[in-house]
């Protein structure tokens, strides 16, 4: 058995052409897609980055494992405790550790522990590579090391590979040289340029006027990443620097799909693509980040080829990514764990048959702290800091007429904003009762003085706001009680 898992880091699936997207992004990708099952509604538990491989890595949500920021107590994994034997059982049970446990040699190929100190990431694999640049490396410095690794002991049996790009993350990082594949086709038509000019009216982190956080400084590095947009015709900046880091890496795993046709092991080897989160492009008026508990930072693609498993099946029951540890334990033979919080959806990929949950809560505590429930066409949020995007408590969008987050309807469905709140409390409940902590992590992050991305920062944002002339929006942020 082998397996290559593509990590494809800040991927959105509706970005992607294998998804539908009318920009040819995913050509690659989307001939693997048609071998195998793409899973519409796949979220992450836990956004951003470190949260959504913690939750993914040890099978549980962040609020039992413990690791749900960037920063402070709550951006490192809880500690087992006294019942920690003399190796940890959470390592033992780990997602990497299942193809060891079954017998394979297991390899990675990622920056990801050494840029979040996240070592754990690394238990269970047989061999890391770091190209040492915590992030920031471009892809083709990632695809040599897999390809040397595939010319070494590709043809051997048994090995899970694991190879994670970045090119998809911002500062979005394609060479110049790549060029722009999309500069006569049109950005997204919904956003129209009303919409631009209400967005660009709007004052908040990762808005279109600060899309670098609380400024609007370029790094000249980056010239893909733009620092500010004032004119409806530069946005597509924004979204040609994003889509051309997806073909751009796209093109780079479809060199080592070639090389696994060119020796004649396509066919016997099992394929995962998939993301750690997506990425908003403009919904809540957010660009250029992933920062919140929504729609399209949540939403993942997996696209997973079996071998012996059906093709070409399109499954639309909700999933987790933490599901993944359950169903490939399965798929395996390797005994499952109880503490694991996933549930296995092999029989999706054994037979089309669909396999998914009646409904997700989705958490984010990096840049704000949120908890969403996704059910049905809905997501219901509630915020609890809102990262100075003065968000209100509660917000609820019907995604299947209003995809892109545009129109807040919980005046019009009260019993709807119920019900996603239930959801939340119920899940909340159900996960204290078997969490080691009476602690939920949300409240460590809030006492440590709120999500890592805005700590320190009220006092110059405010002081931005004042001197480019948005003293109403600065006034509204000084009447939120942060501090509390």
């Not at 967005?199 to 790094?219: A, I, Q």
């Not at 505590?365 to 990262?387: I, K, N, P």
Request: some cysteine.
């Amino acid at each position: 058995m082998r397996i290559l898992m593509l990590d494809l880091d800040t991927l959105r699936p509706d970005h992607m052409s294998c998804y539908g997207y009318p920009r040819a992004t995913t050509p690659n990708i989307d001939r693997v897609c048609a071998d195998g099952v793409r899973f519409d509604r796949y979220y992450c538990s836990d956004a951003p980055c470190l949260p959504s491989r913690a939750a993914l890595v040890s099978g549980m949500f962040g609020i039992r494992n413990g690791a749900v920021g960037h920063g402070g107590t709550a951006a490192d994994r809880r500690l087992t405790g006294r019942d920690r034997g003399f190796s940890d059982i959470v390592d033992h049970n780990n997602f990497h550790n299942i193809f060891r446990r079954a017998g394979m040699h297991t390899v990675s190929v990622s920056s990801f522990p050494e840029r979040h100190s996240s070592w754990w990431f690394n238990a269970g694999f047989h061999e890391c590579y770091n190209v040492g640049k915590c992030g920031l490396e471009s892809g083709e410095e990632v695809l040599p090391i897999a390809l040397d690794w595939l010319e070494r002991c590709g043809e051997r049996d048994n090995w899970f590979l694991h190879v994670h790009f970045w090119d998809p993350h911002t500062p979005y990082r394609a060479p110049e040289s790549f060029g722009n594949p999309f500069a006569e086709e049109p950005i997204p038509s919904w956003i129209t340029p009303e919409v631009f000019e209400q967005h660009r009216r709007l004052s908040c982190p990762h808005g279109l006027n600060e899309l670098s956080m609380y400024s609007d400084t370029e790094d000249p590095r980056f010239p893909r990443a733009p620092g500010k947009i004032t004119e409806y015709s530069e946005l597509r900046r924004v979204f040609d620097g994003y889509d051309c880091g997806i073909r751009y890496v796209d093109g780079l795993v479809g060199q080592l799909f070639d090389w696994l046709r060119e020796h004649g092991l396509y066919e016997d080897t099992a394929i995962l693509v998939t993301a750690d989160h997506g990425e908003n492009m403009g919904e809540l008026g957010i660009y250029e980040e992933h920062g919140t508990a929504d729609e399209p930072t949540c939403h993942i693609p997996m696209i997973l080829k079996w071998p012996g498993g059906v093709k070409g099946v399109s499954e639309n029951g909700f999933h987790y990514s933490l599901d993944l540890l359950p169903t490939v334990a399965e798929l395996l033979g390797v005994q499952a764990c109880d503490n694991w919080d996933g549930q296995s959806y092999a029989e999706t990929l054994r037979t089309g048959r669909e396999c998914g949950r009646d409904s997700l809560v989705l958490s984010q505590m990096a840049h704000v702290c949120q908890r969403s429930a996704r059910f049905g066409e809905w997501l219901y949020m509630r915020t609890y800091h809102d990262g100075f995007h003065l968000f209100p408590r509660e917000m609820l969008f019907h995604l299947s007429a209003d995809p892109h987050e545009q129109h807040d309807v919980k005046e019009q469905y009260p019993a709807i904003c119920a019900q996603g709140a239930k959801i939340i409390l119920d899940w909340h409940d159900d996960q204290m009762l078997r969490s080691d902590s009476q602690v939920d992590p949300l409240w460590t992050v809030w006492q440590e003085g709120g999500p890592y991305h805005t700590v320190g920062w009220l006092d110059a944002y405010l002081k931005r706001l004042e001197s480019t002339g948005r003293h109403e929006a600065a006034e509204q942020l000084r009447a939120r009680d942060y501090a509390h």
